[in-house]
Each structure stands twice: as C-alpha cells, then as structure tokens.
C-alpha cells in the first residue's frame, strides 16, 4: 500500500534554513510533509488519504485536532474539510485523531514574533515565516490563542480537495473513465451516467495509489458551507443531553479516585493520618501523590468521602501568603524599574507635559469552565492510555512517557470532548496527578475526578496585573501615553515550571495588547515588568490581553475625557489600521452613537487588537435605584472571513458575557497562602438577570483570516468602565467593579 502524504503549505519563508536548538533545518526538511499518523496499524480496506480524511467501511470520518471545548472547533474543522470533500456535516463523523507532528499549529507563530498584527511588510511575513518553521520541527500540536480558524483555513481545505481528486483518480481506475468526466457530491463519485460510487467503495483503490496533490481550492462564489448558516455537528447531542464528555466516560474494571493537594499551592506535604479513610466503604488503596495524598475507590463519591477525611498536615505556601503582599510585590516591581521589555517607545514621552496619572488594578481569576478537571489513565508494562479533555495532547504524551518510562510512541492520549476551559486544560497536572494513581495499580483503568472546590483551589489563575499610566492631552487631542504593566510571568510558570520549557527573552504576554495597538499617539510608550514569583498562574481566555486591554482602553477613555473629545472621533483620528477603522466606524452606527439616551443611560466604547482580531464594543447602561443594570452591548469584529455567522455570533456574545461576568464580579484572593474562593457562590459569573441585549457583526475587509474566540472579551470590561464613568462621574479602576460599585 502506498504511503499517503499530508499537506503542509505554508506561503511564505525568507531564507534557506530556520535555526532550532543549534541545528539547521533547510527549506526541503521544513517543506517535507510530516508523517501520517493515520498510515499506523491502518487495516486493508481503508484509505487515510490525507492526516486528515479517514475512510473505511463505515463512512468517512473527518480528522479535527484542535480541541472543542464548546466554541464549536470541531464543526468549523469539519466544515472547512467537507467543502472541498464534497460530503455533507450530516454524512460524516469526527475524530481529534492522535497526538503527532502532523497537527502541528500553523498559526501560533502570528503571536510569537516582535511584530504588530497590522504589519504585514516583507521583514514581518519572514519573522512569522522562520518561526513557524521552528513550530513545526517542534511539533507544538496546541489549541488556543484563537488560531482554530486561521490555522486550518486553508490546509484544511486543501486535505479536502485531495482526498476528493485522490477518490475521482480511484474512480478513473476503477472505471476506466478520464478524471474530467467524474464529478463528486454527497459522499460519492458521480459518473457521466449518473451513477454513483460512495467514497466507501473506492477507499481500498485510493489507498493503493499516491494522492493527488497538485489540487487548486473552490472560490468562494462556489463554496456550499463556508461563510453560511451551519447546524454544528455536536448541537442535536447538546441539546438532547446525549453528548458525551470526559468526566462521562465508564470503562470496564475501572476504579475511582479524588485527591487533596496543598492548598498553598506547590507547597510540600509534612505528613497525613489517612487511617479513617482507609476503613471507610469501598475504599482500596490510599496513594501519596506530588503535592498531597489520593484515594482509590469503588465510585468517585466515596472516593471523594475517604479522602475528606484524611488528616493532613501542609506545607507553607512557596509565595506570599496575604493578597495586599502580592499588591506591594507588583508595586515594588514597578519602583524598582527592572524591565522585562519596552516594545513601544514612540516620540518622547519623557519631555511630554504629562498631566494626569492613574493606577490600575487586575486581580487573579478562575478558569472555572463547569466540567471540572478529570482524567482517566491505565498503566501497563506495554503502554499507557490517557483518555483526557486536554488542549495540549503532545506534551501530555511526553509528561506521561517521562514519568512512567514508557516510550513516547507508546502513550496513548485519547481526546476527548470538553465541558468548558477558557486555558484551564493547556494544563496537564490533572493527568499526571492520575498517572500516580494509575501507576499504583497497573493494569487498572484509574478515573480521577477533581471537586469543585479542589480545581478552584488548584487552579492556576490568571495573573494579578497592576498598571501606571500617565499621559498628556493638548487642543482637544491625545498627545502622549506611558503604560508601565507588571504581572507575573505566564511563560515561567505555565510553560518553565510546569513543562520544563525553558524559553528566554520576553514574557510577551505582560504587554500584550498594550503596545500593538494600531493608534498614531504622538509620544507613545508601554513597558513590561516581570514580577517575582508570586501564586503560580497559566493563560485564561484572551491571556494578557484580558488585562490589559482594560488598561488601555480605559486609560485612554480618561485621557480622552481630559482632552474634551469624543471617545469614538478621537480613536478614529489616532488610527492607523483601516480594518479597525472600520470597526470603530460599524460600532458606532450599530449603536447609533451620539444619539439622545434620555435619564440616567450612558454608554461607553472600548476597542482592542488581539490575536489579530480588531474588536470594538459599545455598552449601554442605565443608572437605576437598584444599581447598575446593562441593556445593550454592540459589537463589530473584523475576522477576514466568516466561516459559520451562527457560531461566531455565539462566540462574540459568550465572550462579551465572559469579559462582563469576569468585570464585575470575579476575583480570586489570597490568605494564609490560599485561595479564599472555593466554588460558583463566591465565585460568580454574569447572572442571567444581569445580562445585556449583544448585538453582533462580522466584517470581511481583510484578505488573512483570524479567529474570534478570545478577542470579544478584553474590550468589555473598559466599554463598561466608561459607561460607568459617564452615569456616575466616578471611574472604575480596579476589577471587580462590584466591589466599588452596586450593580442590579
């Protein structure tokens, strides 16, 4: 049987070799198609045509790697595959397929190189080029930064079009007839006469010969799916409460277990008195695991019961123990003038007569999504399976092979569907936790399921973030900015704590959001101060732009309001991106800007570049006896194309939700080295009752696509801030705003 190849097309590379740990790897190597993995153990009769089409007997299944966890990745995937397939979302079925190279991240080097988003100059498209090649030697098979659309744009309509022309070419064979006289629909070949061969039937002939590569893609003008109104393929299970996700998961001989770990997060354990729990009903096993102590039992209940009652005495927290101490580290960090990056220094800010100055606050935040962290693992001397929802399935499979001492080829990770993580699963702590366990009782399916309170308490937040700004107006217009931002370090913790990732230069992520911004200030500056090691922390939806485009934007509104301009004129006059002009533009007459509001209404505008992806928002709230109560929010965001406007309304309204729930309500606190929030009830999101009327539109003004997952939520929380301002005269300046204001 002929080896199938993959496509991996990239547009644009300077220079013959991108450099990786000291080896060069030439264009041929980086232009290769990566193995497979689909070819492995493949029996006869099936065809996988491509990495991502797979055929046999029962249908055809679609190979979609970046993980769904409820943003619908799964169906967009799909999608861009049946396109140029010519099957229909109906006839086929979904698989994330296993952790390989082949599924690399093609879009992740658009946010990991020194250049704006808006800069598309010959130097940009090269840096993006030699860092994507870098990537794919890696292998970073990664869901996140909202790089699902704009990384399987067009690779995964060009594994459509090939496995297609590879069925018509098996066709031709079978038949006899000439390609040009074979059409595809619906799953089959049709023939001049009109008969038609399924896929299934061809799928032994296809598997036999090479693939057809050279295939050119539809134009738009003759696309079936794309860029129309779609039933995604998970919505009849969710609806009808069938769908299932991995804390669902029964396995045969499975056991149960839960775990205690410090509270003081990575802090040790000095000794546990587990002989209660050990007598109690159905329990098997008590197992020590990094950081705390597990229970093995005969359901997850009495798991969680027995392992409630084992006495443990901790360790000190390995960071300061009360919140206002995490305050003052981030305020020293910004006396002490120690930066860990200037990527913005435009005009002379220190010459500008700067008037006004302001501090604000960010605290740490939950990930919280409602399915809490599980996992299921078995160990054997041959192998180790991992059935997880997990966003990062390669390292997983490393950490796994790394601690058991099975080889990495061996480690068997099995993604499965997700109830929700907003970053919370580009962790993989839960399985290693399970893996302990599992290794304790080989040969055993071990499920581990954390409580609610325990993944509250073991979550690692987003960062605490304090900012100083100060800034200078003149005539009725902006003319200096100086952004000083200080946080915790997401790449030391997340990817050199927990993945021994060691990666120099920059934390990006401090000022992200923040020095990009497509704004002509003429004195313009953003610094980025890396604190000390304070509570250990990871990405959260939106990442450093979750902050700090509340920094920003409500900075800049404060500035504008000194100046006497309006907050929608004055943006348009400072903008240098027509993609965002635009926005800005839509958003305004959306919301009919500068119309009369009548008593006690007001509105306020946000706007932000992240991930690509200009968003601006327009909030409308009314001052009432009760509190505050939000009534309308306006949203345009520029995405290039959009690929389904069902789903990405949803997208833009939850993360609207998301930045205003998170706005008002949540933080995440320290004392005595703990998280003082355990569950929903001190913890909260957007009430149905408090949440707006979202209206949304997507605009297709640019040629390149970028994603809408993450970029609704760093707008909302400076939109509402303004508002907030113009009905009280009084500006927020530290989230939650609930803490300083009464909402309704």
């Not at 993989?428 to 581990?448: F, N, S, W």
């Not at 050199?496 to 911004?517: F, K, M, N, V």
């Not at 800005?584 to 706007?607: I, T, Y």
Request: hydrophobic share 40%.
């Amino acid at each position: 049987m002929a080896r199938a190849g993959t496509i991996a097309r990239r547009t644009f590379l300077v220079g013959s070799v991108a450099i990786l740990g000291g080896v060069a790897f030439g264009y041929y190597q980086y232009k290769r198609p990566a193995k497979n993995p689909l070819l492995d153990g493949l029996p006869d009769g099936e065809a996988a045509l491509t990495p991502y089409v797979l055929i046999n007997a029962d249908g055809v299944t679609l190979i979609t790697p970046r993980a769904d966890m409820g943003q619908g990745s799964y169906s967009v995937q799909a999608a861009l595959i049946a396109e140029e397939l010519d099957v229909e979302l109906d006839q086929i079925k979904v698989d994330p397929g296993p952790p390989s190279k082949a599924y690399y991240n093609t879009a992740l080097a658009n946010e990991a190189v020194p250049f704006p988003s808006t800069d598309q100059s010959a130097a940009a498209k090269a840096m993006r080029g030699t860092v994507d090649a870098v990537i794919k030697f890696m292998g970073m098979q990664l869901t996140g930064g909202s790089t699902t659309v704009p990384d399987g744009y067009e690779k995964l309509r060009v594994a459509g079009a090939v496995a297609r022309e590879t069925l018509k070419a098996a066709a031709a064979k079978q038949t006899g007839l000439a390609v040009p006289q074979l059409k595809t629909a619906r799953g089959a070949v049709i023939l001049p006469d009109g008969k038609r061969i399924p896929y299934q039937a061809l799928a032994a002939t296809a598997a036999a010969i090479d693939p057809v590569t050279d295939v050119t893609l539809r134009p738009s003008t003759q696309w079936r799916l794309v860029g129309k109104p779609m039933q995604r393929v998970d919505m009849i299970a969710k609806s009808t409460g069938t769908q299932s996700y991995g804390i669902d998961m029964r396995m045969d001989g499975m056991v149960h277990a839960a775990i205690r770990l410090n509270p003081r997060k990575g802090g040790d354990v000095i000794g546990f008195d587990a002989s209660t729990a050990k007598e109690m009903r159905g329990v098997q096993q008590i197992v020590p695991v990094t950081g705390g102590v597990g229970v093995i039992a005969n359901n997850t209940w009495r798991a969680f019961q027995a392992v409630d009652a084992i006495e443990v005495e901790w360790g000190e927290a390995p960071y300061p123990a009360e919140q206002d101490q995490h305050w003052q580290a981030l305020s020293d960090t910004l006396d002490s003038g120690e930066q860990d990056s200037q990527p913005r220094d435009d005009g002379d800010v220190d010459a500008a007569p700067i008037t006004i100055e302001a501090e604000y606050r960010a605290p740490y935040l939950a990930h919280a999504p409602l399915e809490p962290l599980n996992a299921i693992v078995m160990v054997t001397d041959a192998r180790v399976d991992v059935w997880t929802g997990n966003q990062i399935p390669r390292m997983t499979q490393a950490s796994v092979a790394k601690m058991t001492g099975v080889p990495v080829d061996d480690v068997h990770v099995h993604i499965q569907m997700m109830g929700g993580s907003f970053g919370h699963r580009l962790e993989d702590d839960v399985v290693k936790r399970c893996t302990e366990l599992a290794m304790a009782l080989p040969g055993t399916p071990v499920k581990l399921t954390y409580k609610r309170e325990e993944d509250t308490a073991q979550d690692f937040t987003r960062p605490i973030a304090m900012m100083r700004g100060r800034g200078a107006v003149d005539g009725g217009r902006v003319t200096a900015m100086d952004i000083r931002v200080a946080s915790p370090s997401v790449l030391d913790s997340q990817m050199g704590e927990r993945q021994g990732l060691g990666l120099p230069g920059p934390d990006a992520s401090i000022t992200q959001a923040l020095w990009d911004q497509p704004y002509a200030i003429p004195n313009y500056r953003v610094t980025g101060y890396r604190a000390p090691k304070l509570g250990p922390v990871s990405s959260w939806r939106s990442v450093g732009a979750s902050q700090n485009g509340f920094f920003h934007e409500n900075f800049l509104n404060e500035l504008i309001h000194a100046a006497g301009a309006d907050p929608i004129e004055e943006r348009l006059r400072l903008m240098t991106d027509a993609p965002s002009r635009k926005v800005l533009e839509a958003v305004a007459e959306m919301s009919g800007w500068g119309s009369d509001l009548g008593a006690n209404k007001a509105r306020g505008v946000a706007f932000s570049l992240s991930f690509g992806t200009p968003v601006a928002e327009v909030i409308e709230i009314t001052n009432s006896d009760d509190g505050i109560r939000l009534d309308k929010v306006w949203v345009a965001a520029e995405v290039g194309r959009v690929i389904d406007p069902v789903n990405f309304e949803n997208l833009v309204q939850g993360g609207v939700i998301w930045g205003l729930g998170h706005a008002i309500n949540s933080q995440i606190t320290y004392a005595d080295g703990m998280a003082e929030q355990e569950n929903f009830y001190d913890f909260e999101g957007l009430r149905n009752y408090q949440a707006p009327e979202i209206f949304v539109r997507g605009m297709e003004n640019r040629d390149h696509v970028t994603g809408v997952g993450e970029p609704p939520v760093p707008p909302a929380a400076p939109a509402l801030a303004e508002a907030i301002f113009q009905a009280t005269g009084e500006r927020p300046t530290e989230m939650p705003f609930a803490n300083n204001f009464n909402f309704a």
